[in-house]
């Protein structure tokens, strides 16, 4: 194979929320690539697995915290409480220290086996490849649905993001530091990774179901991460705003020049057209200028907000005697 790279330090990035069942599975199945990679020297000896709690209410933490005693080559932390996934997986990836990371969910969901291709791929010199799924047949049919009619969406407010590629994908390290620097609150990793602008490629994969447990991304969190995605990423919906007092203000034009023909011609009753423009015009210019006042205060809110996004509350794996 040809490569220009060293050797690297893999980290795999891992959120988990309550996921007690699948653990387990997760572990072991990780375990297995890393020593893989490792065989086949694709990646360095300091590779590991690098967990994170979201504030999970069952044993998720226990779990974590008895594999970092249990092999040298896993890390965990814990999140103070349940942040979202987004969140965690950004404590996960500025915790990490490795030459690259992947980042995964702890559900096997996401074919690990793309895990050696993605390596490949960085050693060929790409800095970010993404896991891109080949069929969405595992889903259900509400997923399926809502995932096709979000992407339209974030792509009519003039988000681009790669379709079919969740956070599954491997960064290298001035890629990830790139994303570091994103220090927004509101944030919605597969959006921001397009706009670093390193050598990207994408890996195809076909996604199977849970290995256990359930989704814990309801409808509700669904939606949540698609109104995050949007405000997140586009003032699109500000500009819509305007866009809308700006028609109106042109048909009150109409309906204001309409006014004084009726009111020339006599058939008006009197102080009908000045109610009419009044009423037409002014309601065009509020909504107009409204939508101009929203488009800054907008971009004040998403800048001003430098609240910490996580606290780490324990460490497992760090500086623990082996
Ligand atoms: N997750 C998390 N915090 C949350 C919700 C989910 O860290 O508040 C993790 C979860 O443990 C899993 C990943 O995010 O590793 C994806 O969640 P899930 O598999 O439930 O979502 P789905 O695949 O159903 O969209
Ligand atoms: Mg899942």
Redesign the pocket.
């Known amino acids: 194979m040809k490569t220009f790279r060293k050797c690297p330090s893999l980290d795999i990035v891992?959120?988990?929320?309550?996921?007690t069942e699948a653990f387990p599975f997760c572990l072991a199945e990780l375990r297995n690539i890393i020593n893989r990679l490792k065989d086949k020297e694709l990646i360095s000896s300091q590779s590991g697995i690098l967990f994170?709690d979201?504030g999970s209410k069952d044993d998720t933490w226990r779990l974590i915290s008895e594999s970092c005693q249990d092999h040298d080559n896993v890390k965990g932390i814990k999140l103070s409480r349940?942040k979202?996934?987004q969140v965690?997986l950004i404590a996960g990836l500025g915790k990490s220290e490795a030459d690259i990371v992947v980042s995964i969910?702890?559900?096997l969901?996401d074919d690990t086996n793309a895990i050696e291709d993605m390596v490949v791929k960085y050693h060929e010199g790409f800095d970010v490849v993404y896991g891109v799924r080949n069929n969405r047949q595992s889903d259900t049919f509400l997923k399926k649905n809502t995932a096709l009619l979000f992407y339209k969406l974030m792509s009519f407010m003039g988000v681009n993001q790669i379709q079919n590629h969740a956070d599954f994908r491997l960064l290298s390290r001035v890629a990830l530091n790139a994303l570091l620097d994103y220090r927004e609150e509101n944030i919605y990793i597969r959006g921001l990774i397009p706009m670093l602008g390193f050598p990207s490629t994408q890996v195809f994969y076909s996604r199977s179901s849970?290995v256990a447990g359930e989704?814990?991304?309801p409808l509700k969190?669904m939606l949540s991460l698609a109104v995050e995605g949007i405000t997140s990423l586009t003032i699109t919906p500000l500009r819509m705003i305007a866009v809308f007092g700006l028609s109106i203000a042109a048909i009150s034009t109409l309906a204001g020049i309409y006014a004084i023909i009726e009111k020339l011609l006599g058939r008006t009753v009197d102080g009908w057209a000045s109610v009419m423009i009044g009423v037409f015009f002014l309601g065009g210019v509020q909504m107009l200028s409204l939508g101009v006042i929203g488009e800054y205060i907008g971009k004040i809110y998403v800048e001003t907000k430098r609240r910490p996004k996580f606290f780490i509350s324990e460490e497992k794996g760090y500086n623990d005697v082996k």
């Open positions: 891992v959120p988990c929320y309550n996921e994170v979201d349940n979202g996934h965690a969910d702890a559900d969901q849970r989704s814990k991304y969190k």
